[in-house]
């Protein structure tokens, strides 16, 4: 069974400063990870995924992730903050099954931007 | 460019009536998937769907029913509704198979459910 962990519920950064959002994984197969993004009111949206290429993932807005094997994690991160950073950030594992995925989701970290 | 679609973004129902979640997607995906939110919890899958008329249980299926007659359109149905199902509901889209993007799901902007 795969499973997810979002080390922080909040992070609180100010406006220019560096994002590190924390997740780590299980997964009995070579997983997908994910990150989504949720912005107040809004659906969720694909940031960046992994899928066994490069394990340095570049993302939309600035977000890059680091596959890392060895210590199961897949942190997020961001040089420098900006308020419209501000939203509830979702880290994935998925399984491709018989055609159809079967995805893990996190609990989720909400990050705050302060000016 | 809207690619999915839920019908209703804010619903108040009382307890015991029968509610329709529609949610349509026009990008052509197999897969179809219905979610809810709750702060906390993170996303928990209800049921999905792989191909019109077909369905899965996901992790908390209880209370709920699907249907999918036509590929573009999935429905979540709570037969009588109940206050521990107020939440936010969002449906979700992939491609089937090993494709690149299989495992990529589009989501609409969500359904927020509130139960009297």
């Known amino acids: 069974a795969q499973s997810v962990t979002q080390l922080d519920s909040h992070v609180s950064v100010s406006e220019g400063t560096p994002v590190l959002l924390r997740c780590n994984y299980s997964s009995s197969y070579s997983p997908s990870l994910f990150w989504y993004v949720q912005h107040p009111n809004k659906g969720l949206q694909l940031l960046l995924k992994?899928?066994?290429?490069?394990?340095l993932v570049k993302g939309i807005n600035g977000f890059e992730a680091e596959f890392k094997k060895s210590e199961t994690s897949f942190h997020l991160t961001k040089p420098s903050a900006h308020m419209s950073d501000a939203a509830e950030y979702f880290c994935v594992v998925s399984d491709l099954v018989k055609g159809y995925s079967t995805l893990t989701f996190g609990k989720g970290t909400m990050l705050l931007v302060s000016p | 460019d809207v690619k999915v679609t839920q019908s209703s973004r804010y619903l108040v129902k009382r307890t015991g009536e029968k509610v329709f979640l529609e949610c349509v997607q026009d990008m052509d995906h197999e897969n179809m998937f219905w979610y809810r939110q709750d702060p906390g919890l993170g996303l928990r899958l209800i049921y999905f769907s792989y191909d019109v008329k077909m369905k899965e249980k996901g992790d908390i299926p209880e209370g709920y029913s699907v249907s999918r007659e036509k590929k573009e359109r999935f429905s979540l149905i709570l037969e009588s509704a109940s206050t521990n199902q107020t939440s936010m509901y969002l449906c979700?889209?992939?491609?089937?198979?090993?494709?690149?993007?299989?495992?990529?799901?589009?989501f609409g902007a969500g359904s927020r459910l509130t139960v009297l």
């Open positions: 979700a889209s992939s491609l089937w198979g090993t494709r690149a993007g299989a495992n990529v799901l589009t």
């Open positions: 992994y899928t066994s290429a490069a394990t």
